[in-house]
């Protein structure tokens, strides 16, 4: 099955800079999410963006889209130290809604006071 | 708070206990899922309830076995257990099935 594979797998930054984060999947989509997951919790949906969809905003994230690359990414700009967690991309099946989503192996960021 | 709340939160269990697992969602929603994170491998889907419906069962062993007695609460009762099944497992919710899931904080489980 698909899997969204997200780049890099760490990431570590100082407070007020840029963060950019990146996923990969395999076969199409009707939508890919991001969630952020602070360490042993539950995790916290951010943006969805649908596949007619390029790019999307929410606050200090921006997700982009490009599905002939069947690739997103996410910017987290001006970091905080809040902002230290993991973060996921998932992605449906694409051939129908399922709620199947199928998650990535995560990237870790760590923002340095 | 996501409006989604599990408990217990952490549960300690032999191979030859019968447990469960419960969900609740003060959200409204019509979908409901159970979800098993393990160290180091990516967040596993196990069901999907949609409208109290089982529409996905994501190849589980049977010795997991999930009831959903309506749109707002989800249980998933373990019995027989391995050692292996230790795990953060996650309930999450969500207004349809196409939509953004909002997820409980989860419950530890270690399976002795």
């Known amino acids: 099955s698909q899997q969204g594979e997200e780049d890099p797998q760490a990431l570590s930054i100082q407070e007020g800079e840029n963060a950019t984060m990146n996923c990969s999947y395999k076969t199409s989509i009707n939508n890919l999410q991001w969630y952020r997951q602070n360490s042993g919790r539950g995790l916290v949906h951010l943006i969805l963006?649908?596949?007619?969809?390029r790019e999307k905003h929410s606050g200090r994230l921006r997700v982009t889209l490009d599905t002939s690359k069947k690739s997103s990414s996410l910017l987290i700009t001006a970091s905080r130290a809040a902002d230290t967690a993991s973060y996921f991309c998932?992605?449906?099946?694409?051939?129908?809604?399922?709620?199947?989503?199928?998650f990535g192996q995560g990237t870790t960021l760590q923002v340095k006071p | 708070e996501t409006g989604v709340t599990q408990t217990p939160r952490h549960l300690v269990m032999g191979m030859t206990n019968k447990k469960s697992l419960k969900c609740e969602q003060h959200l409204g929603h019509n979908a409901m899922y159970w979800y098993k994170q393990s160290a180091k491998k990516p967040l596993e889907l196990m069901f999907v309830?949609?409208?109290?419906?089982?529409?996905e069962n994501n190849s589980v062993p049977s010795r997991f076995s999930p009831e959903c007695p309506n749109s707002s609460h989800l249980f998933l009762h373990l019995h027989t257990l391995q050692p292996e099944d230790s795990a953060l497992y996650l309930c999450?919710?969500?207004?349809?099935?196409?939509?953004?899931?909002?997820f409980g904080p989860g419950t530890r489980l270690t399976v002795l």
């Open positions: 963006i649908r596949s007619n969809e």
């Open positions: 309830y949609n409208f109290k419906e089982q529409t």
């Open positions: 999450a919710s969500s207004l349809d099935i196409a939509g953004g899931q909002f």
């Open positions: 998932a992605t449906d099946e694409g051939s129908g809604n399922t709620g199947k989503l199928i």
